[in-house]
């Protein structure tokens, strides 16, 4: 589901335990609050053709399909040790994980601790999988907005009209010495109006300034025509499954969906987890 992240992905599961039968009802919760919108549900994201599905193991073929058929709306990726005995670790479409015992029988979404090192084990597996080589992204199909001395590098997935996108862009001229690559990628699912806004910032003689002035000002640049990038940003955040604004991606492929501050911006970008 396309959405405005008001905080990152890993933050909003932490410390949730979730028994199966809570999961299944926060399910058809959604799916009823969408029937009432007049929105049929979205199909999970299809996996691109280079990003192959992996196979499940023989040994968990059983555990898929009961998890399946318990889970209908995602589609179980794959199944694995988890490290931790007696608990297997799944993944599902959207890069989502959760845990299930052998038999299907428990299962609870959030995050694995070890105790000993203080390290939050979901979070550096959903880190792995989500991680982006920074260099296939087309940085012609994003404008740049360089503070400071430029040496640090921050590309941002942004709707014009995301709420939370703009609380972001209040926190980043805190952030010196960095290059910020916007790629403009409205979600007009739940804002009509936002490519329309993203055409009239790529259009403008101005990028950054009508940018700022959307952002910072609530001032809607100037409806507008010409060649741009619009769509092909959307199919790269389709095939890099970015579903929700804003999205980060730092220098070394890391990404965090949601709104950052920036005290932890600075955090990440010095390399801390």
């Known amino acids: 589901m396309l959405h405005c992240s008001p905080e990152n992905f890993s933050s909003r599961l932490r410390g949730a335990l979730v028994p199966l039968a809570l999961l299944a009802c926060t399910f ?57 005995q007696g608990v297997l670790e799944v993944q599902m479409d959207g890069n989502r994980i959760i845990y299930s015992d052998s038999s299907g029988k428990h299962l609870f979404n959030g995050h694995l601790f070890d105790l000993d090192t203080h390290e939050d084990l979901t979070e550096r597996r959903i880190e792995s999988l989500t991680r982006i080589d920074v260099k296939q992204l087309p940085l012609s199909d994003a404008f740049d907005v360089v503070r400071g001395n430029g040496r640090r590098q921050l590309y941002l997935f942004e709707d014009p009209d995301c709420p939370y996108c703009k609380k972001l862009e209040e926190e980043l001229p805190k952030v010196n010495d960095v290059t910020l690559h916007v790629f403009l990628y409205p979600l007009t699912s739940i804002h009509p109006h936002a490519y329309e806004h993203a055409l009239g910032v790529w259009c403008s003689s101005d990028r950054q300034k ?34 929700g604004t804003p999205t980060i991606v730092f220098a070394d492929g890391r990404v965090r969906a949601g709104l950052v501050s920036a005290d932890e911006l600075e955090h990440l970008l010095a390399g801390g987890g």
């Open 28 to 84: 058809a919760a959604a799916r009823a609050a969408q029937a009432a919108a007049g929105a049929a549900p979205a199909p999970p994201p299809a996996v691109p053709e280079s990003q192959p599905r992996p196979a499940i193991a023989p040994q968990y073929a059983e555990l898929a399909k009961k998890l399946a058929k318990a889970l209908p709306e995602y589609t179980i990726q794959a199944i694995s040790p988890s490290g931790v």
């Open 210 to 243: 009508a940018w700022s002035d959307k952002m910072l000002k609530g001032i809607d640049p100037p409806a507008a025509k010409c060649a741009n990038p619009v769509d092909r940003n959307l199919a790269l955040g389709e095939k890099l499954k970015i579903d």
